[in-house]
T-cell receptor
């Protein structure tokens, strides 16, 4: 079946540094990838939608200069949290659309 | 290999019907099982289940976890066209760091 690999699973970084999270579709080509952030009470918020070879579409309220998304190939999308702050600490999940929605296993980001 | 399997993959019913969606899992360090409804932008959280045999209910939706059978069901009674969506099951695994394993979803189509 379709598999999406998300790395790293967990990252701790210092405030002010940047962190890159990778989302890779292993056995299918994902024309579209989505990035979500988990909030309390298990809700997921869509941050942005990326299509291969074009700029990502960000949801209202999401700073595109802070959350850089690159979808350079049909199998890889990256989310870079730039100049991370403690309030960016969260759980980030990607999903890729190929034959349906396939989710990665998530990345726990802790900014200290 | 940790995995979450949902069945059926798709389902077509008529308004007023009752549906049961299934989710089975093989996950190390099980922490919780979550159900989401995906319509447009982001999955909407429905239920989180941690204890076996305790039904959670919200309106026409209900869900229960069976840890012995490593499965959960989501019931929707008196379905309406607005219930048409993809229903996602996810299992949160604990351990050194938490991970989410998503099923491929069940696409429900409720016809008038």
């Amino acid at each position: 079946g379709a598999v999406v690999s998300q790395h790293p699973s967990r990252v701790i970084c210092k405030s002010g540094t940047s962190v890159k999270i990778e989302c890779r579709s292993l056995d299918f080509q994902a024309t579209t990838m989505f990035w979500y952030r988990q909030f309390p009470k298990q809700s997921l918020m869509l941050m942005a939608t990326s299509n291969e070879g074009s700029k990502a579409t960000y949801e209202q309220g999401v700073e595109k200069d802070k959350f850089l998304i690159n979808h350079a190939s049909l199998t890889l999308s990256t989310l870079t949290v730039t100049s991370a702050h403690p309030e960016d600490s969260s759980f980030y999940i990607c999903s890729a659309f190929g034959y349906g929605y396939t989710f990665g296993s998530g990345t726990r980001l802790t900014v200290v | 290999e940790d995995k979450v399997v949902q069945s059926p993959l798709s389902l077509v019913v008529h308004e007023g019907d009752t549906v049961t969606l299934n989710c089975s899992y093989e996950v190390t360090n099980f922490r919780s099982l979550l159900w989401y409804k995906q319509e447009k932008k982001a999955p909407t959280f429905l239920f989180m289940l941690t204890s076996s045999g305790i039904e959670k209910k919200s309106g026409r939706l209900s869900s229960i976890l069976d840890k012995k059978e490593l499965s959960s069901i989501l019931n929707i009674t008196a379905t309406q066209t607005g219930d048409s969506a993809i229903y996602l099951c996810a299992v949160e695994a604990g351990g050194h760091f938490n991970k989410f394993y998503f099923g491929s979803g069940t696409k429900l189509n409720v016809k008038p």
